[in-house]
């Protein structure tokens, strides 16, 4: 048993690491505070190391966030601009329409004030016109065409107020002259049963011309001065514009 000892020591120092320190078979309480205040200071560094990584954690989702809100509401604000933009641009033509549409408007009004002028001017010549020595010769034309448009041979004509001896002087010649166009027109029948009379009831209103009846009064012509006038100008609307307003 006394010469064992010895092996047992050299198979424990070969088995002993040469960086670690001799352990000692007992501890006084100096060094169990040490290794206490060692692992107490271990496991604070580790919750200090935990804990920063969890902030550090944190604030990274924090700022994804923060990022995340800050994009929605700037997306937000540009989609709420967009629109009220678009309300200012629509609102914006709408406006420039109605200006355009009520210039054109007060454009038209300005150019009918002008025709109805020019219209007004033409229709001072008309009595003058019914009074002139060429106005037999004229009242017998517009009887003539008066007689031609209803193309009835059972006519009958009548004048303006103060003018049934002149409408009555004017009818056999206008007669001859309708008979002379129906016999190329319509022939020899029709010819042979013309027969214009005068009607003495006076038009109602007028200056000059006539009014032809035909087919039992059933159709009517007004071949006054003042159709004439309002035809020709119906008629001459685009050169009268053309005119007056270059």
């Known amino acids: 048993p006394a010469s064992s ?5 050299v198979h424990a120092a070969a088995s002993r690491s040469p960086l670690l320190p001799t352990p000692s078979l007992t501890m006084n ?17 580790e919750a200090a190391e ?8 944190a604030n990274e989702e924090f700022n994804i966030e923060k990022l ?24 914006k033509r709408i406006e420039q329409s109605n200006t355009v549409r009520l210039g054109r408007l007060e454009a038209l009004k300005k150019r009918d004030e002008e025709m109805q002028k020019v219209l007004a001017e033409a229709a001072k010549q008309l009595p003058p016109l019914a009074t002139g020595s060429s ?9 003539v065409e008066a007689l031609k448009g209803v193309a009835d041979p059972k006519a009958s004509v009548k004048g303006v107020a103060g003018q049934g001896a002149m409408v009555q002087k004017c009818i056999p010649a206008a007669t001859a002259k309708f008979k002379d166009w129906a016999a190329k027109e319509h022939g020899a029948g029709f010819v042979s049963k013309i027969e214009v009379t005068f009607d003495p009831i006076p038009l109602d209103a007028g200056i000059g011309g006539c009014e032809v009846r ?6 009517s012509m007004n071949n006054t001065l003042q159709s004439r006038l ?9 050169q009268l514009r053309a005119a007056l307003f270059k």
Request: zero cysteines; proline letters at 4%.
């Open 50 to 57: 935990k804990a920063a990584e969890i902030r550090l954690k």
């Open 214 to 219: 035909g087919f039992g009064g059933k159709i």
């Open 230 to 238: 309002m035809l020709a100008y119906e008629t001459r609307l685009p």
């Open 5 to 9: 000892a010895p092996l047992v020591v």
């Open 68 to 91: 995340r809100m800050v994009e929605a509401e700037k997306a937000k604000i540009r989609a709420d601009y967009e629109r009220k933009e678009k309300q200012v641009e629509v609102k």
């Open 135 to 143: 106005y037999p010769a004229l009242l017998e034309s517009l009887i």
């Open 29 to 45: 309480d100096s060094e169990i505070n040490s290794q206490i205040t060692q692992m107490v200071q271990f496991i604070h560094q």
